[in-house]
Nanobody
Framework: VQLQASGGGLVQPGGSLRLSCAASGNFLGIDEWEWYRQFPGKQRELVARISDRNSTEYAVSVKGRFTISRDDGKNTVWLQMTALSPEDTAVYYC?????????????WGQGTQVTVSS
C-alpha cells in the first residue's frame, strides 16, 4: 500500500489549503483515515479522523476550521483547512487503517509541509 499526500504549501494567515491523500495498492478497504501534524521537535498529533461511516472527530485547536472528508471510490481523504494561522505551520501526515482478507495494517503518507506566513 502506498499513500501519496499533496496540497501543502505556503499560505498567508487567514488563507485556506486543501490537503489530499490518495491510496494505491492491494487492499480491500480502509476503515479510518486520519490526519496528523508534527511541529518541529514535537511528536505527531492527531488533527482529524474520519470513520468508514463518515463519523468525524477533530482536535480542539482545529475544530470549526478544518474539515476531513473521504471518497472510498477514489481511496482518497482530504483535509480542507481554512482560517489558517502561523500556529498551523507543521508537516501534515495522512494515515489509513487498511484491511485485506487476512490482515489489517496502518500506513502513513510521506508528509506535506504547510507553512502559514505573511
Amino acid at each position: 500500500v502506498q499513500l501519496q499526500a499533496s496540497g501543502g504549501g505556503l499560505v498567508q494567515p487567514g488563507g485556506s489549503l486543501r490537503l489530499s491523500c490518495a491510496a494505491s495498492g492491494n487492499f480491500l478497504g480502509i476503515d479510518e483515515w486520519e490526519w496528523y501534524r508534527q511541529f518541529p521537535g514535537k511528536q505527531r498529533e492527531l488533527v482529524a479522523r474520519i470513520s468508514d461511516r463518515n463519523s468525524t472527530e477533530y482536535a480542539v485547536s482545529v475544530k470549526g476550521r478544518f474539515t476531513i472528508s473521504r471518497d472510498d471510490g477514489k481511496n482518497t481523504v482530504w483535509l480542507q483547512m481554512t482560517a489558517l494561522s502561523p500556529e498551523d505551520t507543521a508537516v501534515y501526515y495522512c494515515k489509513g487503517d487498511f484491511y485485506t482478507d487476512e490482515v489489517r495494517a496502518d500506513y502513513w503518507g510521506q508528509g506535506t509541509q504547510v507553512t502559514v506566513s505573511s
